[in-house]
């Protein structure tokens, strides 16, 4: 059964700063995916990886993903109050995807 | 631009009453998905459907239904609403045959049983 662990589970940061979220899981999984929530909104895809070694990058945003390692991380380079949110990382079983805890970005000026 | 889009933003249900959560999506996608959203534990898959008439249940099915009549529609049953049924509920689409089977979400709909 896939199972996803993301850390930090809660994350402050001032802007400017680099940080990366973690995110493993437990057995072989499809893909991986990142989705970013913006309070009381829906969730919206950020990056989807589909085979090792594969790295994507949108603005101040980057995801890799190390299969070997069972291992996605998203980075953030020189962070703005604009990407604070929730950032989901998820596995897949296609269809099906299952979900990490989330982490809750706070980037303060 | 796929859309999919959820019938409530905000319902408030009395135990025991049975609760209907429509979902629609207008981009002909093959596979549609039920979530529960809880703080500290993620999205949960509730049940999905991969086709008309067909549904498979995800990881916590219990106390809820679904159907799925049309392609384009989605509906998550509750048959007797209860309070720890209070939750966040999302659908989600996705095509059955594009290579990353990315998920698109609704707005969710903010169930609270009082």
């Known amino acids: 059964e896939l199972k996803v662990e993301q850390n930090p589970l809660f994350l402050s940061m001032q802007e400017g700063k680099n940080y990366t979220i973690y995110c493993n899981y437990s057995?072989?999984?499809?893909?991986l995916y990142w989705y970013r929530q913006d309070p009381g909104k829906s969730l919206e895809s950020l990056f989807v990886?589909?085979?090792?070694?594969a790295v994507k990058q949108e603005g101040r945003l980057m995801a890799s993903l190390d299969t070997k390692a069972r291992l996605s991380t998203l980075h953030i380079t020189a962070a703005v109050h604009d990407l604070s949110a929730t950032y989901f990382c998820?596995?897949?079983?296609?269809?099906?995807?299952?979900f990490g805890q989330g982490t809750r970005l706070t980037i303060n000026p | 631009d796929v859309k999919v889009t959820q019938s409530s933003r905000y319902l408030v249900k009395r135990t025991g009453e049975k609760v209907f959560l429509e979902c629609v999506q207008d981009?002909?996608?093959?596979?549609m998905f039920w979530y529960r959203q809880d703080p500290g534990l993620g999205l949960r898959l509730i049940y999905f459907?991969?086709?008309?008439?067909?549904?498979e249940k995800g990881d916590i099915p219990e106390g809820y239904s679904v159907s799925r009549e049309k392609k384009e529609r989605f509906s998550l049953i509750l048959e007797s609403a209860s309070t720890n049924q209070t939750s966040m509920y999302l659908c989600?689409?996705?095509?059955?045959?594009?290579?990353?089977?990315?998920?698109?979400f609704g707005p969710g709909t903010r169930l609270t049983v009082t």
């Open positions: 989600a689409s996705s095509l059955r045959d594009k290579a990353t089977y990315e998920q698109y």
């Open positions: 057995t072989t999984s499809d893909r």
């Open positions: 990886l589909l085979s090792n070694g």
């Open positions: 998820a596995g897949s079983v296609l269809p099906k995807l299952v």
């Open positions: 981009m002909d996608h093959e596979n």
């Open positions: 459907s991969y086709d008309v008439k067909m549904k």
